[in-house]
């Protein structure tokens, strides 16, 4: 049995979390992304009745990886974490998830954008191509 292909675009949603989720879930203790209030509104988003995630089989399908990022507010910015001006290093989590390239992402997008956290909200969309049985 050869694999066909299917058209998809990836979802990857930077994701604030607090410390505590971090170690947790470094020390392997997935179900910490649960109670992370951030992360939560935007799995909330992600298992929805929407295309996000949805293998037809399985729905809600997504990939969530703990990390750091880092950033420097500018003068005008009201970031969520840290000070105007000055390096800050962030606990994350990179959400990533599917949709078929042909469905209404629109509003599952402007929910993730209205749910997340940030004052810019790094969400990113990339054009891929999924293996199918």
């Given at each position: 049995m050869s694999a066909s292909r299917r058209r998809a675009v990836a979802v990857k949603i930077h994701c604030p979390i607090s410390a505590l989720t971090l170690t947790?879930?470094?020390?392997?203790?997935?179900?910490?992304?649960?109670?992370?209030?951030?992360?939560?509104?935007?799995?909330?988003v992600i298992r929805a009745d929407n295309p996000l995630g949805d293998f037809k089989l399985?729905?809600?399908?997504c990939?969530?990886?703990?990390?750091?990022?880092s950033f420097q507010p500018g003068p005008d910015a009201k970031p969520t974490?840290?000070?105007?001006?000055?390096?800050?290093?962030s606990p994350t989590a990179i959400i990533t998830t599917y949709?078929?390239?042909d469905?209404?992402?629109?509003?599952?997008?402007?929910?993730?954008?209205?749910?997340h956290p940030w004052e810019i909200p790094v969400i990113e969309?990339?054009?891929?191509?999924l293996l199918v049985r």
């Open positions: 947790a879930l470094l020390n392997g203790e997935g179900d910490a992304i649960e109670r992370d209030p951030a992360a939560a509104a935007m799995l909330a399985y729905n809600g399908v990939e969530i990886s703990p990390g750091w990022e974490m840290g000070s105007a001006g000055e390096r800050a290093l949709a078929d390239a469905a209404d992402l629109a509003p599952a997008l402007d929910a993730l954008i209205a749910a969309l990339s054009e891929v191509q």
